[in-house]
């Protein structure tokens, strides 16, 4: 069936609770921490792809999304790059649990966001949460830090997680719209999850960061996740220590990070500047990173 822009299959849910889970590529997802997330919820709980835009060329230039190439079985076929919504219908709990792939739109922002908002309605979503990831002055020797926001609802009780009112002001997606007319004008809940990486570290897949967002997701929706990125994470960053052997620089930015993380200091990026000798170090090791 046709719903505003999108197709959507006739899907039979569950008559309890239905949670949104909503990742925006490319604004916050650095190390690709909301898709690593998106995959194993999709590989643990058997997600179905129920529905996409049923012309993503109105949203979207497909100059900078670029089109794949792809080829199965020997078959060929061109991947369009589209927003996509999966569900999970999670049989224990007896709970369904909406997956939303959002592109940013270049085009037509207002029209996307009131397509989402009449696909969450259709739904029937009490509750969305965005997650995503951004850098920032944090080390990799301590747990990650997650940030965190919620409107209509009170703080969940989930471990170390600093949720506040946003003081952030700057340029934005024009989907952060959506959290904010959902909750006015239809009562949903609304939630935002953001963990912060180390900004020395350029890794194409952040398997810590990853980690650190699924186990919040397995306390919030009382999830049982088999968890391989987290061993993945620890090898990673385990790698990085012999690596810095030489490089006096980074190592005392890496300890100023750790003194203002103990010290629970808010820093920012602006505060530091890395040498060009240590930006082509970093460039180096995080390349055989994402090689390996």
């Not at 003081?167 to 609304?190: A, F």
């Not at 009382?222 to 061993?231: A, G, I, M, T, V």
Request: hydrophobic share 35%.
């Amino acid at each position: 069936m046709a719903l505003k822009d999108f197709k959507i299959e006739d899907v039979q849910l569950f008559p309890g609770v239905t949670y949104c889970i909503a990742t925006l590529h490319p604004w916050i997802n650095v190390g690709n921490v909301s898709k690593l997330v998106i995959d194993r919820l999709s590989k643990n709980f058997g997600a179905k792809k129920i529905g996409e835009l049923i012309r993503p060329s109105e949203f979207y230039d497909y100059t900078r999304y670029r089109p794949k190439i792809e080829i199965n079985s020997d078959k060929r076929s061109v991947l369009i790059p589209n927003t996509k919504i999966s569900l999970i219908k999670i049989d224990q709990i007896k709970t369904n649990l909406i997956l939303l792939e959002m592109l940013e739109p270049h085009m037509f922002s207002e029209k996307f966001n009131d397509s989402i908002i009449s696909l969450l309605k259709f739904l029937n979503v009490q509750k969305y949460l965005m997650i995503g990831s951004m850098y920032d002055s944090v080390p990799h020797t301590r747990a990650l830090l997650v940030s965190g926001s919620v409107r209509g609802d009170t703080y969940p009780d989930i471990g170390k997680v600093n949720f506040s009112e946003s003081t952030y002001t700057g340029p934005t997606s024009i989907t952060s719209q959506i959290s904010e007319r959902i909750n006015i004008e239809l009562g949903i809940s609304t939630m935002s999850l953001i963990v912060h990486l180390p900004l020395y570290l350029k890794l194409d897949n952040d398997f810590s960061g990853a980690t650190r967002i699924l186990n919040i997701l397995s306390k919030i929706y009382n999830l049982d996740l088999d968890l391989p990125e987290s061993k993945l994470g620890i090898e990673q960053y385990s790698q990085i220590n012999p690596a810095l052997i030489g490089n006096d620089s980074l190592k005392k930015l890496i300890a100023k990070f750790e003194v203002d993380y103990d010290e629970k200091k808010p820093s920012t990026q602006q505060n530091y500047t890395l040498s060009p000798e240590v930006e082509n170090f970093l460039k180096e090791i995080s390349e055989d990173y994402n090689e390996n």
